[in-house]
T-cell receptor, first 117, second 117 residues
Framework: AQKITQTQPGMFVQEKEAVTLDCTYD???????LFWYKQPSSGEMIFLIY??????QNATEGRYSLNFQKARKSANLVISASQLGDSAMYFC??????????????FGRGTQLTVWP | DTGVSQDPRHKITKRGQNVTFRCDPI?????LYWYRQTLGQGPEFLTY????????KSRLLSDRFSAERPKGSFSTLEIQRTEQGDSAMYLC???????????????FGPGTRLTVL
């Protein structure tokens, strides 16, 4: 079974508008972390935001916020006031903190975001 | 720049040849990960080092793959007798020791893009 599911292969948003990128996850580990990374065409993965499974509040980092709904096992990324430079591939990832996974990340297939003027 | 570096950035080789990639993590990051990313997919975990010890290997890492991290500094990933299915982006990431930062995220390098003809 897929641990991370991203159902939107591509999303389009106009500059200055907000956009939500969907992510659902699957784990039986009570302690886990959820991450969003941005991958521009250059290839490097850039960390954006983190949400811990025990965090009571949704994470925010500047224009990025994470809509964490634990019961639904979803961790959607919201980008406010989109900019042209936000055009990139976005990956949702999970780290299970217990067991023997030693911190590896499980990634979804990504969502290609295009911001148009 | 004190980020994760990888060399080479691009490698084109013929089927059956051996290739070796290098990753230099952020200094003082004792944990190092290798991932493979094929076209249209998210990164998939290959192997993990803590200091010089290789503690985990994915089933994706066939006998033709070997990774080392001598002295717990840089790491190398070697692929012997390359096959066309090995064509992918190979990403390296490092992570600091467990700290007070909850995210303790992985920092990725720019990747090595391998093309096997």
């Amino acid at each position: 079974a897929q641990k991370i599911t991203q159902t939107q292969p591509g999303m389009f948003v106009q500059e200055k508008e907000a956009v939500t990128l969907d992510c659902t996850y699957d784990t039986s580990d009570p302690s886990y972390g959820l991450f969003w990374y941005k991958q521009p065409s250059s290839g490097e993965m850039i960390f954006l935001i983190y949400q811990g499974s025990y965090d009571q509040q949704n994470a925010t980092e500047g224009r990025y916020s994470l809509n964490f709904q634990k019961a639904r096992k979803s961790a959607n990324l919201v980008i406010s006031a989109s900019q042209l430079g936000d055009s990139a591939m976005y990956f949702c990832a999970m780290r299970e903190n217990r067991g023997s996974t030693l911190g590896r990340l499980y990634f979804g297939r990504g969502t290609q975001l295009t911001v148009w003027p | 720049d004190t980020g994760v570096s990888q060399d080479p950035r691009h490698k084109i080789t013929k089927r059956g040849q051996n290739v070796t990639f290098r990753c230099d993590p952020i200094s003082e990051h004792n944990r190092l990960y290798w991932y493979r990313q094929t076209l249209g997919q998210g990164p998939e975990f290959l192997t993990y080092f803590q200091n010089e010890a290789q503690l985990e290997k994915s089933r994706l890492l066939s006998d033709r793959f070997s990774a080392e991290r001598p002295k717990g500094s840089f790491s190398t990933l070697e692929i012997q007798r390359t096959e066309q299915g090995d064509s992918a982006m190979y990403l390296c990431a490092s992570r600091p020791p467990a700290t007070g930062t909850p995210s303790n995220e992985q920092f990725f390098g720019p990747g090595t893009r391998l093309t096997v003809l």
